[in-house]
């Protein structure tokens, strides 16, 4: 297989700095073969879109434990659209409760993982975005 | 099965049992294995309250008093933690456990864009002494002591706490506070760190040395085996590297020209109870034992009291499940039970809603029956150290003992633990096994019942539910602070935080001078970002 690998960026905006589940999910998404960048803690969404352009990534994937998923995957879609970035897919992981999905996916989230989606599910997940 | 790896035959009988932290288990120990380890009682427990202290700290354990229970509690504004305290006082609690929202944590004002969102979130709100005014108004900080959840900006937390006290007449040597104050675990494990690990330590260093000279009854330091352990750590890994952050902090101080002893023994610990029941009690022997051991016989202390391994063996959280939370239940009995059988002096435990939910207050207050029962119901407190001289505990702890000083040994190789954080050493070894661990429990390697073996698919979707978060609490907090700023005295303020950053530069204690700008109500975001310019940031190591 010559076929291009995906590159990810696993972002933790935010003050939160709990941080295990982005850890593992960058382990588990490199051992599937993608090419993982992992930002660190502390981002703003401005750093993570300029992170995203340097490294011209296919999908930037999130991760919010402190339950403000909504107003932050807002203001990155928001961020990317005003920069005219319209080939760059934005998923998110953390602790988002079921009632809460279907509003990430109209507002423009492609994947929504909550926690305890098994890896298999997150890789298959996203390599179904890059690869339509 | 557990969080041991088993390896069974065809006929489920198991073949194999290997712990968390490399040891493999026998089907049955006898009188050989203790000769094998090289046990002696006298060297290896001796009495319950003589050196080195594996059995108990104290000769008749819990008969002369038992476990000191400290259940966690948040809350979000300074007016509300005022009400909550007054509550618990009015009930006979004699300690506080402040928790602070995130901006405070990490040394930003209220109005800061990074606060966006997050004010009084996950605790109280703190920008100026003002805040501290509302939240300990007319609460005896003569008689009761606060633990205050902070860390990368304990500093200017324990300088608040003082010049509140002062505000309010009690003299500095009355007062008793524990800031958490841990920062290379945050850098490890919680994340809330600012400055680089050097900078940081010597943060850490002032409080120490502050607390000896003008702060006796404040203990400036409890060091958290416990995220390290959430953060992927095995148990051997969780106390030994405990031990290297506190020697971390004992070379700092003792560079400074003060002996361990005159400090050492305000030292506590936040290490973790969850895991497999004997490899928990086995763990907590071994680090009273070595603690004590590495106390004497290489930093020469030698009064009693200061050589005990004094601290909170409790949460659990990495334990619960999601699914089917009642189970929750039954595992914080046990791990509680591994901590009454390891003679734990404090505890808590975990909520059984806390994997989904903020706790409600019915599921706190299991918690805490859960102790009792075992306290006052079950026969906990009956006799010191029940499980001594057993064949398999004594070979255990011997053997949990020499894991731990061998990933204390490989700390020491790669430099000591400031090296190890700061070139992201102990984040990469933590993160693959947390990822292996976590393969393992989606693989079913790991058993997780109700998660990943029988599982209750019709009944069971419980799902996360968030705490609700007031927006009000930002614009309340927000016009206080804004009060604030224009009702002080502007040239006071610019010349103390002046001072503050001089002191910063010269390498001075910070601490005196932050009581002084905390006064003249100096905000957190001023006095953090004075250390944000003169230190700069941390970059993160990479973890890939």
Not at chain 2, 142 to 164: C, E, P
Not at chain 2, 228 to 236: D, L, M, Q
Not at chain 2, 274 to 280: D, K, M, R, S, V
């Amino acid at each position: 297989m010559t076929e291009k690998k995906i590159r990810i960026l696993v972002a933790k905006p935010g003050l939160d700095g709990h941080d295990r589940g982005a850890k593992i999910v960058s382990l588990a998404l490199r051992d599937a073969g993608m090419e993982v960048i992992y930002t660190g803690l502390h981002q703003t969404i401005e750093q993570i879109v300029q992170t995203a352009l340097q490294e011209s990534v296919d999908v930037i994937g999130l991760s919010i434990m402190s339950g403000a998923h909504i107003p932050i995957c807002g203001k990155l879609l928001e961020t990317l659209k005003l920069q005219g970035i319209d080939d760059v897919h934005v998923t998110v992981g953390g602790v988002i409760p079921q009632k809460d999905i279907e509003g990430l996916k109209e507002m423009g989230i492609k994947g929504v993982f909550p926690g305890g989606t098994s890896f298999n599910e997150i890789v298959d997940g996203i390599r179904s975005l890059v690869r339509i | 099965m557990g969080v041991a790896k088993y390896t069974k035959n065809e006929k489920d009988a198991i073949k194999e049992v290997i712990y968390q932290s490399g040891i493999k288990i026998k089907s049955s120990y006898g009188p050989e294995d203790l000769k094998d380890v090289g046990f002696d009682y006298q060297k290896d427990l001796a009495d319950p309250g003589e050196y080195p202290f594996t059995r108990s700290l104290h000769p008749e354990g819990y008969r002369s008093r038992a476990w000191t229970t400290r259940q966690y509690t948040g809350f979000g504004t300074p007016g509300e933690t005022n009400e909550r305290f007054k509550y618990m006082i009015s009930h006979g609690q004699t300690g506080l456990n402040v928790a602070f929202d995130l901006p405070t944590q990490m040394g930003y004002d209220s109005d800061h864009p990074m606060s966006l969102g997050e004010v009084g979130r996950v605790g109280m709100a703190v920008d100026s002494l003002r805040d501290f005014e509302i939240a300990f108004k007319e609460i005896p900080l003569d008689r009761i002591g606060s633990g205050l959840t902070i860390n990368a900006v304990a500093t200017i937390m324990l300088a608040m706490y003082q010049a509140v006290a002062e505000k309010f007449g009690y003299s500095k040597d009355k007062i008793s506070a524990t800031p958490q104050n841990d920062i290379l675990k945050e850098m490890i494990g919680r994340g809330a760190w600012i400055y680089p690990v050097d900078d940081a330590v010597r943060l850490v260093g002032d409080t120490i040395e502050y607390s000896v000279k003008k702060l006796p009854r404040c203990n400036p330091v409890s060091i958290c085996g416990y995220h390290i352990r959430e953060s992927g750590a095995t148990p051997a890994q969780e106390i030994a590297y405990a031990f290297e952050i506190a020697r971390a902090y004992i070379e700092n101080v003792t560079s400074r020209g003060l002996e361990p002893d005159d400090f050492v023994g305000r030292f506590s610990f936040n290490l973790n109870v969850y895991g497999n029941l004997w490899e928990q009690i086995a763990k907590f022997r071994a680090a009273r034992k070595l603690w004590a051991k590495m106390l004497k016989e290489e930093y020469g202390v030698k009064e009693k009291k200061k050589l005990f391994l004094r601290g909170l063996f409790g949460g659990g959280g990495s334990g619960l499940t999601k699914e089917q939370p009642e189970n929750n239940i039954i595992r914080g009995a046990y791990y509680a039970l591994g901590a009454a059988l390891s003679g734990a002096q404090t505890t808590a435990l975990c909520s059984f809603d806390e994997a989904y939910t903020i706790p409600t207050p019915r599921a706190a207050l299991l918690s805490l029956r859960t102790l009792e029962i075992l306290m006052e119901e079950v026969g906990l407190r009956d006799t010191v150290d029940p499980l001594a001289g057993s064949y398999f505990i004594e070979t255990l702890t011997k053997q949990m003992e020499e894991k731990i000083k061998s990933e204390m040994y490989q700390v020491r190789e790669v430099g000591g633990m400031t090296n190890a954080v700061s070139t992201g050493y102990i984040q990469r070894k933590l993160s693959v096994q947390a990822y292996e661990f976590e393969k393992g429990i989606q693989d079913g390697e790991y058993t997780k019942v109700g998660q990943n073996k029988y599982i209750d698919d019709e009944n069971d979707h419980t799902d996360v539910d968030l705490h609700e978060y007031n927006e009000e609490w930002t614009e309340k907090q927000v016009a206080r602070l804004k009060d604030v700023r224009k009702s002080r005295d502007h040239k006071a303020v610019a010349k103390s935080l002046k001072n503050l950053e001089n002191c910063v530069r010269s390498r001075e204690n910070v601490m005196p001078i932050l009581v002084k700008c905390c006064k003249g109500y100096a905000t957190v975001g001023e006095m953090a970002g004075i250390f944000r310019e003169v230190f700069g940031e941390w970059k993160e190591p990479g973890i890939l």
